[in-house]
Nanobody
Framework: QLQLVESGGGLVQSGGSLRLACAAS????????IGWFRQAAGKEREGVAC???????YYTDSVKDRFAISRDNAKNMVYLQMNSLKPEDTAVYYC???????????????????WGKGTLVTVSS
């Protein structure tokens, strides 16, 4: 059964760190780009980070130098290390997969064909 399950969210103080994990099952992780998106209350969903099948990594400007995406194809896991968290990082974070790196580079969410249910990250000031 195809699944993407996020974990690792929680409440953290500003300046703190969290590591999100996305567990993939039911498909070969190495065949897909995997992206992390987030949606804050009252705002549109936005792309945060994405890793292509070739290991290429993309970040939205607001998280560059603070967040790091990584993947372990052998373990079917994708991670998002989040450092120096800010209150504006508060959101539900989703992982998603795309059949092509094309959708990864521009955070083209219309190309993401499967989504997890999300994990909530709350950053207090």
């Amino acid at each position: 059964q195809l699944q993407l399950v996020e974990s690792g969210g929680g409440l953290v103080q500003s300046g703190g760190s969290l590591r999100l994990a996305c567990a993939a099952s039911g498909f070969r992780l190495e065949d897909y780009a995997i992206g992390w998106f987030r949606q804050a209350a009252g705002k549109e969903r936005e792309g945060v980070a994405c890793t292509g099948t070739d290991g290429t990594k993309y970040y939205t400007d607001s998280v560059k130098d603070r967040f790091a995406i990584s993947r372990d194809n052998a373990k079917n896991m994708v991670y998002l290390q989040m450092n120096s968290l800010k209150p504006e990082d508060t959101a539900v974070y989703y992982c998603s997969r795309a059949p092509s790196n094309y959708y990864c580079s521009g955070f083209r969410d219309y190309g993401m064909d499967y989504w997890g249910k999300g994990t909530l990250v709350t950053v207090s000031s």
